[in-house]
């Protein structure tokens, strides 16, 4: 599953500048979870700090008591929330049993502090998809 998953990690826009090497180190910093269907992976309004890839099964998102998107083997949601603690804009409600994997807020850390290279392309990435909401308020 560790090729699929750094497969996937390359599409997560924030880990985009990473190499094969330095995602297979992403891999291992996160964990397998499982949710049956019906259970509440993250809610809306809380604090975030997690980083969800969905690995197996369905879940939905919903927004002010309205689903707004449908999520399948290969997505994620949460990848700011690794880096920033803001709350959630939205709820992930397992739809089928889901196993998903996540990397917690400090695992994450404790990668970048240990690998600079890791860090420095993520910050890059990071500050690419926030520039361009600091110019609208500006």
Excluded at 17 to 45: C, H, Y
Excluded at 65 to 75: I, K, M, N, S
Excluded at 90 to 110: K, L, Y
Excluded at 120 to 137: D, G
Aim: aromatic content about 8%; cysteine-free; hydrophobic content about 45%.
């Amino acid at each position: 599953m560790r090729d699929t998953r750094v497969d996937i990690l390359k599409k997560v826009p924030l880990f985009r500048a990473l190499g094969k090497r330095e995602l297979q180190k992403l891999a291992t910093a996160g964990q397998e979870l499982e949710f049956l269907a019906g259970s509440m992976i993250v809610q809306e309004s809380s604090i975030g700090s997690d980083f969800y890839l969905l690995e197996s099964g369905k879940a939905r998102v919903i927004q002010d008591d309205e689903v707004v998107r449908e999520l399948d083997a290969g997505d994620f949601f949460g990848e700011v929330a690794i880096l920033n603690d803001s709350p959630r804009t939205a709820s992930v409600i397992a739809e089928t049993r889901v196993w998903v994997f996540r990397i917690g807020r400090q695992a994450f850390i404790d990668l970048l502090d240990t690998n600079g290279v890791i860090a420095r392309k993520v910050l890059i990435e990071y500050a690419k998809r926030t520039r361009p909401a600091e110019t609208r308020t500006t």
